[in-house]
């Protein structure tokens, strides 16, 4: 069922800016964001509103529920609070899924999370969803375990930070170092039996677009291969980012304080730009 009174793209966009949190909100221009967040939101209103998107989604995902089902909703939690719902998959897993709060009417504060889940297991029930996920700046939310944290940091400031003058990049230009990144992760799940999984090497394929993105790097420490670090530029809430795509020490280069260094090391290498 298609919701009734779904606001325009401009409005979920206005609504998306408020909750950002406030250190960013000088990262970009309020117009240029608020465009940026306007076409990110259109596509929400689609999920909302295709059903034969939904129908994709459905045949795709095939567990079960019809195409319907999987229509973002705009519902209202409490009086004051209206959001957009969407049911999602962690990595596209048909055994991970959860309900997404992409855009809140004001920011969600704590007192509003078991309305949020009650809601979204009103419309989401069919899939057993365990989790879900909001964006807000308004609070920190005790209680409540995090399924992942979200790091971000301007441009311009880490183009400040110190890098460790051993340390050096060098465009990667094929995949003949990818082994052994896998076998530096490996080494990490055998020291770290109890999270296996939560960190993985990007694919072969993502690598390669990152290689023609030309922001794709080896790490190299005393003459040798160390890691990779890597971003693709994308746009996400409502900034314009390079996201981390990979970022790998090997185990020799381990052990000797380069974490601090990691992150500056990119920063020379791109464009003058906004963003984080």
């Known amino acids: 069922m298609i919701s009734d009174n779904l606001p325009t793209a401009a409005e979920l966009a206005h609504f998306s800016l408020t909750a950002q949190h406030p250190l960013t909100l000088n990262w970009c221009p309020a117009p240029e964001r608020l465009a940026n967040l306007a076409e990110e939101h259109a596509f929400d209103l689609q999920l909302a509103s295709d059903l034969d998107l939904a129908g994709k989604r459905a045949e795709f995902i095939n567990v079960g529920p019809p195409p319907e089902a999987y229509l973002n909703r705009w519902v209202t939690v409490r009086p004051d609070l209206d959001a957009m719902l969407s049911i999602r998959f962690k990595g596209l897993d048909v055994s991970k899924p959860f309900v997404d709060v992409s855009v809140t009417s004001r920011p969600v504060v704590a007192a509003d999370v078991p ?17 879900i996920r909001v964006w807000s700046a308004a609070e920190t939310f005790a209680g409540l375990k995090p399924d992942l944290r979200v790091l971000a940091a301007s441009l311009a400031e880490l183009r400040g930070e110190e890098v460790a003058p051993e340390l050096s990049l060098r465009p990667t230009t094929d995949h003949s170092n990818y082994a052994d990144a896998q076998a530096a992760y490996a080494a990490v799940d055998a020291a770290h039996p ?3 999984g939560q ?24 003459g040798k291969w160390s890691g990779y670090a890597g971003t693709l530029p994308e746009t996400q809430l409502g900034l314009p980012v390079q996201v981390v795509q990979e970022l790998l020490l090997a185990p020799h280069a381990r052990g000797h304080g380069f974490g601090a260094s990691s992150l500056p090391c990119w920063p020379a290498t791109f464009p003058p730009m906004g963003g984080c």
Do not use: C
Not at 120 to 129: E, I, K, M, T, V
Not at 203 to 220: K, R
């Open 115 to 131: 309305r949020l889940s009650a809601a979204a297991l009103r419309d989401y029930g069919n899939f057993h969803p365990p989790r």
């Open 194 to 196: 109890k999270h296996i």
């Open 199 to 222: 960190a993985g090497l990007l694919s072969e394929e993502d690598l390669q677009d990152t290689i023609e993105a030309g922001t794709m790097f080896d790490v190299i420490w005393r």
